[in-house]
């Protein structure tokens, strides 16, 4: 969620992009989108090679009966966007938690979950309280009509099925013991994330089970178990078992079901040590939040995961950011736009801008500065689907030369054919956030390019127009390419012309 501010699979052996050594990658079986054969970067959705580009509502578009989701999904399918992220009942907040009309925090009464409601009295938010041996079926017709609603328009879903308990918010969810029949979930909210409370893990696979079944035939779904297990003090070494337990029931649930789902899950803790299950073989997708790290030993932020993980040849996403526009400082939009180049350009497989813009009674978030948000996540997809990516890998020594004072500068290649390089100039504030530096800049650059014929084109990516375009003729090794003037970011395009 956002932060304060902030299978039976078929196994195949793919030759590494970063090592040139064999290494044995698993994928969903066809029809689901699993990771791509030739590239394991990258994604494998209806064919096609996908990246996955949105700036989304805050996970409530189910759970919440007064959000219009089919409004919602219609913006993002009018900018080509092709992704959203849920969570389908085991977490959510109350009405005005955090902001207003809070697409998370539904009226009181106005929730759709998973469970039954019994005959009891006592829901601490309104009504009966819940029975967790009976499912609630209008809930799933709901989150299955979401879901092909999502389907029509090309969007996958990715949903999250926990969040790291909030300390005031466990007494108010359907597991915690006061609110259900069966006094399930009577330990404290520290233990909500671990295996200290036997029945509540009962409930809480029972939970996945159910959902992962439900949701088994449709293709556009990503699987994640939990956001932020330690954001309120519960150890990597307790949560990480149960994190493990639930990727089993995924596994062990669609084993005799038709579609295998990637499963995805956050890297938290110690970068190779608790909390961090990256190199499980039944995790296939890597997800960090922020853009750097939100609090040392917490959770880690796309780009160190990009720095330290891809040689695990799996798909790293980005897929919480901090909360636009509350967490930004200046041009949020600019800040939030660097963001999501920076990662997508730098070897990210998928970028989830957390948009508050989109609310409760404003599902399409008319009226507000959405629009130029959105536009700048479409001209990264539209720059990124410009090249033959599935090709392209990250490239350590594609930048050769000083990275010029105050900027930052990412690049992925397939090297002797085509270059991406994105660069801004921005500053850091406390590992979660840009804040871009606008001025009248103009960089040289030292790359790295094989010998060969190449066009090449400047891109502004606030408004994805090429700004300068041209050929060169290159024997090999290093050169300098000095960039047109702009003003925060600017993105580079080059590829090898037909002789």
Request: hydrophobic letters at 35%.
């Amino acid at each position: 969620m956002r932060k304060r501010f902030f299978v039976v699979t078929t196994v195949i052996v793919t030759v590494s992009l970063l090592t040139g050594c064999l290494a044995t990658h698993k994928t969903s079986r066809p029809g689901a989108i699993s990771v791509h054969p030739d590239n394991p970067h990258y994604f494998l959705f209806r064919g096609q090679p996908t990246i996955l580009i949105t700036s989304a509502e805050h996970y409530g578009a189910v759970v919440n009966l007064d959000f219009d989701y089919v409004g919602y999904l219609d913006v993002l399918a009018e900018k080509g966007l092709n992704y959203t992220r849920i969570y389908p009942g085991a977490y959510f907040e109350t009405d005005g938690y955090f902001i207003k009309d809070n697409v998370l925090g539904p009226l009181n009464g106005r929730h759709s979950l998973p469970w039954a409601r019994s005959s009891v009295p006592g829901y601490c938010l309104g009504g009966n309280k819940f029975d967790l041996d009976n499912w609630n079926d209008t809930y799933f017709d709901r989150l299955k009509d979401f879901i092909i609603k999502a389907s029509e328009r090309g969007i996958v879903v990715e949903i999250c099925f926990f969040n790291g308990m909030y300390p005031d918010l466990w007494s108010k969810m359907p597991l915690y013991h006061a609110n259900n029949i069966q006094g399930a979930g009577a330990c404290n909210y520290k233990d909500v994330q671990t295996l200290k409370d036997p029945a509540l893990v009962v409930r809480q696979q029972e939970y996945v089970r159910k959902i992962t079944q439900e949701v088994n035939k449709f293709d556009n779904v990503i699987l994640e178990i939990c956001d932020e297990p330690g954001i309120h003090g519960t150890t990597a070494h307790e949560y990480t078992p149960w994190i493990r337990s639930m990727v089993d029931v995924i596994v062990d649930t669609e084993r005799q079901l038709p579609h295998k789902h990637l499963i995805a899950q956050q890297v938290c803790g110690t970068l190779g040590g608790a909390g961090d299950i990256s190199g499980d073989a039944e995790v296939q997708v890597i997800t960090g939040q922020y853009i750097w790290m939100a609090k040392a030993g917490e959770q880690f932020g796309g780009m160190p995961l990009l720095d330290t993980l891809y040689g695990h040849n799996k798909p790293i996403e980005l897929n919480e950011t901090n909360y636009y526009p509350l967490g930004y400082k200046g041009d949020k939009i600019g800040a939030s736009r660097v963001e999501a180049w920076e990662f997508i350009v730098g070897g990210g497989a998928g970028f989830n801008q957390l948009n508050s813009l989109y609310s409760t009674f404003n599902s399409t978030a008319g009226g507000t500065e959405n629009d130029a948000l959105l536009n700048a996540v479409k001209n990264l997809k539209d720059f990124m689907y410009s090249f033959d990516f599935i090709k392209m890998s990250r490239d350590k020594s594609f930048i050769c030369g000083a990275i010029p004072a105050g900027a930052f500068v990412r690049g992925i290649s397939q090297p002797g054919n085509q270059y991406a390089l994105y660069i801004h100039h921005s500053t850091l504030s406390k590992g979660v956030e840009y804040i871009v530096q606008s001025g009248s800049y103009q960089d040289n650059l030292a790359l790295n390019i094989a010998a060969g014929n190449y066009g090449f084109d400047w891109v502004d990516p606030a408004t994805g127009k090429i700004v300068c375009t041209g050929t060169f003729l290159h024997g090999g090794g290093n050169r300098t390419f000095t960039t047109p003037r702009y003003s925060v970011d600017i993105a580079l395009r080059i590829k090898k012309l037909s002789l």
